[in-house]
């Protein structure tokens, strides 16, 4: 089946600094993947989709300055929080697509294991 | 605005028990309706995805049901085991951005041994 990695599982930064989250899609090629947020006791929220070679396309509310995606292979999208500040705290998930929805009878999302961030 | 609403919160059951994990949606122009799993600091794993002109579907002991009129669905979960204690999702798929689901809550399931 489709395996989505994604690095690191958990992370601790400082307020301030940077961090960068990988998704790799690892036995198939993925030109969508989706980066999501889930904080405590709430929804998973979609943040921005990211196409291969193309500009990541952010939801309403979401800092594209704050939130870069880059998604330079077919295989790898990454996520660099900036400046992070302890409101940034969050499980952050991505999914890759295999298909769309409307031919599939099997969910065509495959999600990684997520990256807990604490902003200290 | 599109709200999706998982009733309990969090179940507690003794294994062996037949269970059933509510979802309500308040847009009922839904595509699909999908269930995950998702286990404690991990990501999501798929159960079922119910297109919305299918009125259920079965993997094993799990049976998801769909009422788009009513704006319901149900998972029902037969003979728990402690292997099922998990966060169940559920996400409702309302067209544009494959991604763009809307998720509920989720029910915190624990099945004791």
Redo the contacts between chains.
């Keep these: 089946g489709a395996v989505v990695s994604q690095h690191p599982s958990r992370v601790i930064c400082k307020s301030g600094t940077s961090v960068k989250i990988e998704c790799r899609s690892l036995d198939f090629q993925a030109t969508t993947m989706f980066w999501y947020r889930q904080f405590p006791k709430q929804s998973l929220m979609l943040m921005a989709t990211s196409n291969e070679g193309s500009k990541a396309t952010y939801e309403q509310g979401v800092e594209k300055d704050k939130f870069l995606i880059n998604h330079a292979s077919l295989t790898l999208s990454t996520l660099t929080v900036t400046s992070a500040h302890p409101e940034d705290s969050s499980f952050y998930i991505c999914s890759a697509l295999t298909a769309t929805f409307t031919s599939s009878y099997n969910s065509p999302l495959h999600f990684g294991n997520g990256t807990r961030l604490t902003v200290t | 605005k599109q709200e999706?609403t998982q009733i309990p919160a969090a179940l507690s059951v003794p294994e062996g028990e037949n269970l059933v994990l509510n979802c309500s949606f308040t847009d009922s122009a839904i595509?699909?309706l999908?269930w995950f799993r998702q286990d404690p600091?991990?990501?999501?794993?798929?159960l079922l995805?119910i297109?919305s002109s299918q009125r259920e579907?079965t993997s094993g002991r799990l049976n998801a049901s769909l009422d788009k009129s009513s704006g319901r669905s149900t998972l029902y979960i037969a003979a728990s085991q402690p292997g099922d204690s998990a966060t169940y999702?559920c996400?409702v798929?309302y067209g544009g951005?494959?991604?763009?689901?809307?998720?509920?809550?989720?029910t915190k399931l624990s099945v004791k041994p």
Excluded: C, E, W
């Design positions: 999706v595509y699909n999908q600091g991990k990501g999501l794993t798929s995805l297109q579907q999702l996400a798929y951005s494959q991604g763009n689901l809307i998720f509920g809550k989720g």
